[in-house]
């Protein structure tokens, strides 16, 4: 059955036509993986095209370097080319498939109507229960949080939704990995799958080289890898903190709240403070970047998702900090509505793309470990 979301075929010839005088050229060979990968094919498919966009991490070293980008009358602009080329994959690759359209509506106020929804959902679930608890201060000693939300309700809903979560992201890694001409379970050799890691782990291509991207603007810096560590390790220590909290609970029995000393706080702290900088950081490189970087239509689900990280860090260390005034029932119904949104629209938005260009880079260490086509090998 044909998918709801096909890429245009424009769009591929577009992309057929800038690959190949990039392949001609061969100037930016070392920039990123993607040129090496380029230079590994005379044709170009459409699986081609989405391994090559989700393989790009829009450093724009290649586009201020390039002898055929505008005012040039080829008009060559590849990382933007790549980042609309990386969008029509997220919409091709979705699944369910008649959810596709969501990645061109999850944008800021989407994310935040959804959370502010969901917040007031809680709320009114409090009150039904008692509206005196949700106004009330209670000690640690009482369970806070639990004493406005059971712990098993909260447990499971949040639990139930983020496996939801995850099962569009595994269909669509999968329909990705066929798609760009792999097939059988090379994704799991353990060398290539290592390296891709080594790469994820300390965002090697965000280093335009190794100056730095140009990114927001042509002059080489280091802030949108860093920026983008404050986010991703802000992230993990935020799971590491709830997944610790959950051996405490389940399997020593050591029910929360927590001291503020104790590691699932101290982790969660960490983490907290990270998913303020990286995301405030890079809200204001998008905001000032150049444009010609800029994908066409990408803009409102990037910062949807980094606003709903934002907030959920935010609400989670005011709760941190005030889990014993009568302010907390309130906190914790909007945390819990920051965080739910988020786990809904994981799979429809920005945070695909840590699925596919980890995939891309899986492939791109299995490639690089054949000889190239035609070729022998060395």
């Not at 709903?308 to 819990?336: D, I, K, Y």
């Not at 994981?346 to 299995?366: D, N, Q, S, T, W």
Request: overall charge neutral; some cysteine; aromatic content about 14%.
């Amino acid at each position: 059955m044909p998918r709801t979301s096909p890429i245009p075929i424009a769009l591929v010839e577009e992309g057929q036509k800038m690959a190949s005088i990039c392949n001609a050229c061969r100037y930016c060979e070392g920039y990123c993986a993607v040129f090496p990968a380029i230079e590994r094919r005379l044709d170009f498919t459409e699986g081609d095209l989405a391994y090559l966009a989700n393989l790009c991490h829009n450093c724009g070293a290649c586009y201020y370097a390039c002898q055929y980008a505008p005012p040039h009358e080829f008009g060559l602009d590849l990382p933007r080319y790549l980042a609309d080329m990386r969008l029509a994959t997220y919409r091709k690759y979705a699944w369910p498939d008649a959810f596709a359209q969501l990645y061109a509506r999850n944008g800021v106020t989407v994310s935040l109507v959804l959370a502010a929804a969901l917040a007031l959902f809680f709320v009114a679930l409090a009150l039904l229960v008692d509206h005196t608890v949700l106004f009330s201060a209670h000690s640690d000693d009482e369970a806070a949080f639990y004493a406005v939300l059971p712990h098993r309700a909260m447990a499971w809903t949040f639990g139930l939704v983020f496996a939801a979560a995850l099962v569009p992201l595994v269909v669509g890694f999968f329909r990705f990995w066929n798609d760009v001409g792999e097939a059988g379970p090379t994704y799991a050799a353990p060398g290539p799958l290592a390296q891709s890691t080594g790469d994820a782990l300390q965002l090697k291509y965000l280093d335009g080289g190794g100056d730095g991207c140009t990114y927001p603007g042509e002059v080489p810096t280091h802030l949108r890898r860093w920026f983008h560590h404050f986010t991703f390790y802000g992230f993990m220590l935020c799971f590491a903190a709830t997944s610790v909290a959950t051996i405490y609970h389940y399997f020593l029995g050591w029910p929360a709240p927590y001291p503020f000393a104790s590691l699932p706080v101290l982790l969660g702290t960490a983490g907290g403070i990270g998913l303020l900088i990286g995301p405030a950081g890079l809200l204001w490189l998008k905001a000032v970047r150049d444009p010609a970087l800029a994908g066409r239509g990408q803009g409102g689900m990037d910062a949807g998702f980094l606003v709903l990280l934002l907030l959920a860090a935010a609400s989670g260390l005011a709760l941190l900090a005030l889990r014993e005034s009568a302010a907390m029932g309130m906190l914790l119904a909007a945390h819990l509505g920051v965080i739910l949104a988020l786990f809904l629209t994981l799979p429809y938005g920005k945070f695909v793309h840590a699925v596919y260009r980890f995939a891309a880079l899986l492939r791109f260490h299995v490639e690089k470990r054949r000889p190239p086509p035609a070729v022998a090998a060395d």
